[in-house]
């Protein structure tokens, strides 16, 4: 996936007809680097924190729809199934697209299940940021949510934990996530295991395409 400005979307979150997942992201601070000719020395500059995926580099930007495109991420780097042949996306016969999940439970049940090292690091080093997402444009059934061409966060619960506010990190956090412009709360992880437990939604098999909707 990868984060394409699409003219006259910057109120990508008020789609009528979308429809809307769970996702996990990782706060983390925008940077760039270079390389410093008068200092002769690498230079990082430092910005706000974004959404970033966990399984992926990809930054979500405020007021901008995220937009799939089908690339090898490190989940798919030795999945002999996702394709590598250039297509839309999402593709049926690849693994590509913006993923979501039906209920915040399942998601629970999928971060606890994983094996990922890359994947529990992130989560444990970073801020972890749980949310709903608005998915329009093609989208297709996965096993537990859907997969689609487009998605933007609608609400967002930055996990109120206790390294990150000994590290005075939360605050900024959510200072920096109101520029995507929708509902952010904190939630303890007592919480969302209570929210979850009582989550029980569930989603269809039907391929949907939204593509009335894009921008």
């Not at 080093?125 to 709903?132: I, Q, S, Y």
Request: include cysteine.
């Amino acid at each position: 996936m990868k984060i394409e400005y699409v003219p006259g979307s910057t109120q990508v979150s008020d789609y009528a007809g979308t429809l809307e997942g769970w996702r996990l992201w990782v706060a983390r601070r925008h940077e760039i680097k270079y390389f410093d000719g008068s200092r002769d020395a690498r230079v990082k500059l430092r910005g706000p924190y974004l959404l970033r995926s966990v399984t992926a580099e990809d930054m979500w930007r405020p007021k901008q729809p995220m937009v799939a495109d089908c690339n090898v991420t490190p989940g798919y780097r030795f999945d002999l199934t996702h394709g590598d042949e250039d297509h839309a996306c999402p593709d049926s016969e690849c693994k590509c697209g913006i993923y979501a999940v039906h209920s915040l439970k399942k998601l629970m049940e999928m971060y606890e299940g994983t094996s990922r090292a890359y994947f529990r690091f992130d989560m444990e080093r970073h801020t972890a940021v749980v949310g709903k997402v608005k998915l329009w444009g093609k989208v297709i059934p996965a096993q537990w949510g859907w997969r689609a061409q487009y998605g933007y966060p609608s609400s967002l619960y930055i996990i109120d934990t206790f390294m990150g506010r000994i590290r005075n990190r939360h605050a900024r956090v959510k200072e920096d996530l109101k520029h995507y412009g929708v509902p952010i709360e904190f939630m303890t992880p007592a919480e969302l295991l209570s929210h979850s437990a009582n989550d029980h939604s569930e989603s269809g098999d039907e391929v949907i395409d939204l593509t009335a909707l894009e921008p």
